[in-house]
T-cell receptor, first 115, second 110 residues
């Protein structure tokens, strides 16, 4: 089954404790992206990747890191989480980014709480 | 930064009623996508509209793209409880970014 898999689904942590949220897709997609979703603000893009070893900042990259060492995986790293990073996070992928009407496939989300 | 404004923010209706939600921008869209997000899940693509004036139908859902490609609407006929969810419009920009509106949260009561 074609899917984007995120782990964990729920995570509670404390300020400053490094964490990684994993994302994996099995569709051989070139493009992957991370979003955070906050009430009233919709989905905001954190980072995206056009292909292996090619990443770039989205609209809200501060406090986050990403890597794309393999095509299928795109982990999101919070080196020193803070309470304002409490949010619902989504990973998404598509075959390519060059077509404006390309469909995005989303994972089921990771609810992160930073105390 | 281009913004997508969606209205209304929240809508609660009875089963069988019709409704329309809107997505507007100050800039011209190259194309526009509509997604639906159910609780506990990620957004799922419903449709992509590309041409000004375009109308697409998906069962009881009708999507329209404005002639000037600066606005879009989603009309649901005879809403059902299964239509409950968050409806998001999105634009994929040429700079490899995707912009989402804040969404319209729809609740259909049985």
């Amino acid at each position: 089954e074609a899917q984007v898999t995120q782990n964990p689904r729920y995570l509670i942590t404390v300020t400053g404790k490094k964490l990684t949220v994993t994302c994996s897709q099995n569709m051989n997609h070139e493009y992957m992206s991370w979003y955070r979703q906050d009430p009233g603000l919709g989905l905001r893009q954190i980072y995206y990747s056009m292909n292996v070893e090619v990443t770039d900042k989205g609209d809200v990259p501060e406090g986050y890191k990403v890597s794309r060492k393999e095509k299928r995986n795109f982990p999101l790293i919070l080196e020193s989480p803070s309470p304002n990073q409490t949010s619902l996070y989504f990973c998404a992928s598509s075959f390519t980014e060059t077509l404006a009407n390309e469909k995005l496939f989303f994972g089921s989300g990771t609810q992160l709480s930073v105390l | 930064t281009q913004l997508l404004e969606q209205s209304p923010q929240f809508l609660s209706i009875q089963e069988g009623e019709n409704l329309t939600v809107y997505c507007n921008s100050s800039s011209v869209f190259s194309s526009l996508q509509w997604y639906r997000q159910e609780p506990g899940e990620g957004p799922v693509l419903l449709v992509t509209v590309v041409t000004g004036g375009e109308v697409k139908k998906l069962k009881r859902l009708t999507f329209q793209f404005g002639d000037a490609r600066k606005d879009s609407s989603l009309h649901i006929t005879a809403a059902q409880p299964g239509d409950t969810g968050l409806y998001l419009c999105a634009q994929r920009t040429g700079g490899f970014k995707t912009i989402f509106g804040a969404g319209t949260r729809l609740f259909v009561k049985a």
